[in-house]
């Protein structure tokens, strides 16, 4: 199986101020097709998750421009340039590549 | 709109049965796979199993393999999940998601499973 491993796991963050999320997978997610299938979901407090990033830093319709994705082969970024009040949650990251698809642990985002 | 609404959830004891029924619309549900997932309240999140949009392919975690069955019907925008056998550890809110390659498009509200005696 894949393993995907997030870090920090609690991210305290001053308003305004630039957050950045961690995933490493132990092997490349890279397909043969081309494309590299790393997602990122954000769930807030009592929420659903729901997709921010697909395919390393392709940003979903409604998603603010302050969050991206970023990375290759085995090492990926979620960042934020501004963190806002609403961006308080828990971020997870998740491979798409090969089954079991799997997780990342989750980085819980606080405002300090 | 992407609706993907979740019902069957409940208590039930360990050893028991339960069938979860995911209802999708704002889509052609039948172009598109499906997911189930899991979250263990307060923990993180877990993949429990995918099947084709056709229905022909389907793909569980080990650890519901042989206990969960995941099936669809395209003629009534209906996933399902049948739940048998099951154990504390079952004890989650399952999601049912669409998915495309490679990702989970959107995600349903949830239905919260207790496996308890």
Same mark, same amino acid.
Not at chain 1, 93 to 102: D, E, I, K, V, Y
Not at chain 2, 18 to 45: D, E, H, I
């Given at each position: &199986? ?8 609690? =991210? ?16 490349? %997610? ?7 299938? =790393? ?7 009592? $929420?659903?998750?729901?997709? %921010? ?11 603010? &421009? ?8 085995? &090492?990926?970024? %979620? ?7 609403? &961006? ?6 998740? $491979?798409? %590549? ?15 | ?11 039930? !004891? ?67 999940? !049948? ?35």
């Amino acid at each position: &199986d894949v393993v995907m491993t997030q870090s920090p796991l609690s =991210l305290p963050v001053t308003l305004g101020q630039p957050a950045s999320i961690s995933c490493r997978s132990s092997q490349s %997610l890279k397909h043969s097709d081309g494309n590299t299938y =790393l997602n990122w979901f954000q769930q807030r407090p009592g $929420q659903s998750p729901r997709r %921010l990033i697909y395919k390393v830093s392709n940003r979903d319709s409604g998603v603010p &421009d302050r969050f991206s994705g970023s990375g290759s082969g085995t &090492d990926f970024t %979620l960042k934020i340039s501004r963190v806002e009040a609403e &961006d308080v949650a828990v971020y997870y990251c998740m $491979q798409g %590549l090969q089954w079991p698809r799997t997780f990342g642990q989750g980085t819980k985002v606080e405002i300090k | 709109e992407v609706q993907l609404v979740e019902s069957g959830g409940g208590l039930v !004891q360990p050893g028991g049965s339960l069938r979860l029924s995911c209802v999708a619309s704002g889509f052609t549900f039948n172009k598109y796979a499906m997911r189930w997932v899991r979250q263990t309240p307060g923990k993180g999140l877990e993949w429990v199993s995918d099947i084709s949009s056709s229905g022909d392919a389907t793909y569980y975690a080990d650890s519901v393999r042989g206990r969960l069955t995941i099936s669809r019907d395209n003629s009534k925008d209906t996933l399902y999940l !049948q739940m048998n056998a099951l154990r504390a550890e079952d004890t989650a809110i399952y999601y049912c998601a669409k998915g495309s390659p490679g990702t989970i498009d959107d995600w349903g509200q949830g239905a919260l499973v207790i496996v308890s005696s």
